[in-house]
């Protein structure tokens, strides 16, 4: 199991962000202070807040910023979040993992220019919304992959550095 994490009331562009990276992703709009930390305790959840007076707490992870693109940049370089193959599994809205559904089952169900020009699809088991490769927004995916990509190149290079110690110390022994 990945980790998990709970975002508080200020975060809620964050917790779609991560929904769509595929990460278990609560989000309480009403919950606050102590009862938060609780909740994401008795879940095994880390709680993602700007609420600086909670930052008592291991399981919390402060979000500095106001912008969610900074806020899930610090979140990826701070859990080191890589992995994209998960992309487009859970539904933004309410965190369920989503089901496949065949294309017959769509049908009717989403729009026709839709169901002419996408094959695969799936399914909130909660809220029934289909999903499709082009419904999740764009934007975002970009935003995710450009993050994403910012860290590889950044840990490319730190291993080029640690490559290069480790063959100098090579040579030395
Ligand atoms: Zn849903």
Not at 67 to 84: D, M
């Amino acid at each position: 199991m990945g980790v998990k994490f709970l975002c508080d009331a200020m975060l809620g562009k964050l917790a779609r962000y991560l929904r769509l990276m595929g990460l278990d992703t609560e989000y309480d709009k009403d919950g606050s202070g102590k009862g938060l930390l609780l909740s994401a305790r008795s879940e095994n959840r880390i709680l993602l807040t700007r609420n600086r007076r909670l930052l008592v707490d291991k399981a919390v992870f402060l979000v500095n910023s106001e912008r969610p693109e900074e806020q899930l940049r610090s979140v990826i370089a701070g859990f080191r979040l890589r992995c994209k193959a998960k992309f487009f599994s859970r539904c933004l809205v309410c965190n369920r993992e989503l089901v496949p559904v065949s294309k017959d089952e769509v049908a009717g169900r989403v729009p026709y220019y839709t169901y002419k020009h996408f094959d695969r699809y799936s399914l909130c088991p909660q809220c029934q919304r289909i999903y499709w490769a082009g419904s999740h927004h764009h934007n975002m995916k970009k935003r995710i992959d450009r993050i994403l990509k910012e860290r590889r190149d950044r840990d490319a290079k730190g291993l080029g550095r640690r490559v290069k110690g480790e063959s100098s110390e090579d040579r030395s022994s």
